[in-house]
């Protein structure tokens, strides 16, 4: 490996190494209990509705769509989060919420990490609505029968939790990958699950634009451990 490529990647995943790192070595398994309970009960979830008596219960509980009433959706979108699709192999959803939200439950914390998962989710629930109410002749927009199609369940916490976790430990390029990922998705396959992904990275950014407006009213507050600052270099 060249010096450039190792100083790129020190520069790119360092910090997010060595928070990773620390937290496994001196915790373990305590280090990700959130992350742990989620992963299981995303598979206790697919176990269950792919039951016959088992499908309408978790889609009463945790499956959200635009045609729900608003009240309705957001008490079933905490647990949507962990709700994985019926179309697409759980393999998948699992796999995501281990590293995903492992990776931020020992960066943010395991709180934080709930919240913006939560951010995530719901600007993509709410999102499904404006685009129908939009309609499909805009880009923005999508057809009223998106109304009667499950929301994406824990992939846009997933791309949420990754693009902020990016953020705090300065793997900018890593970050924008994901981004230009979830873009050409959308080019690619303009459907819901796509379109959602983006309105969890757009919510994800507004809470991001908030922070760095904040941090810049406090300077001189020193940054929270493991993280890099946001302010620009002092160039004489």
């Known amino acids: 490996m060249s010096p450039a490529v190792r100083e790129f990647a020190r520069r790119e995943w360092g910090s997010l ?3 990773v790192r620390t937290g496994l070595v001196t915790k373990r398994a305590r280090a990700v209990p959130m992350t ?7 598979a206790l979830f697919q176990l269950v509705q792919n039951q016959d008596w088992g499908y309408q219960p978790v889609q ?26 019926l179309d697409l192999p ?3 959803a699992l796999a995501q919420v281990l590293l ?8 943010l914390g395991r709180w934080r990490t709930l919240a913006i998962a939560y951010l995530a989710t719901l600007s993509g629930t709410l999102y499904a609505r404006v685009g129908i109410a939009i309609g499909p002749d805009s880009p923005l927009g999508l057809p009223a029968s ?6 994406t369940g824990p992939s846009a916490a997933v791309v949420g939790l990754a693009v902020y976790v990016c953020w705090r430990h300065g793997a900018r390029w890593t970050g ?3 981004v230009v990922a979830m ?11 796509g379109k959602e992904h983006l309105a969890a990275i757009a919510g994800v950014l507004v809470l991001i634009a908030f922070q760095v407006w904040r941090g810049r009213g406090q300077e001189g507050v020193e940054p929270p451990p493991g993280t890099r600052s946001w302010k620009p270099p002092i160039r004489s």
Not at 60 to 85: H, Q, Y
Not at 183 to 193: F, G, Q, Y
């Open 36 to 42: 742990l309970a989620a992963v299981c009960l995303t």
């Open 90 to 92: 759980v393999w998948g």
């Open 183 to 193: 873009v050409v998705e959308v080019i690619v396959k303009p459907n819901l699950a």
């Open 146 to 151: 998106d109304a009667r199609v499950v929301d």
């Open 100 to 107: 995903v939200f492992g990776i931020a439950e020992i960066c």
């Open 17 to 19: 190494y060595t928070a």
């Open 60 to 85: 009463d509980i945790g499956s959200v769509r635009a045609e729900d009433p608003l009240w309705l959706a957001l008490l079933r979108t905490p647990l949507s989060l962990f709700v994985p699709a």
């Open 176 to 178: 924008g990958l994901v």
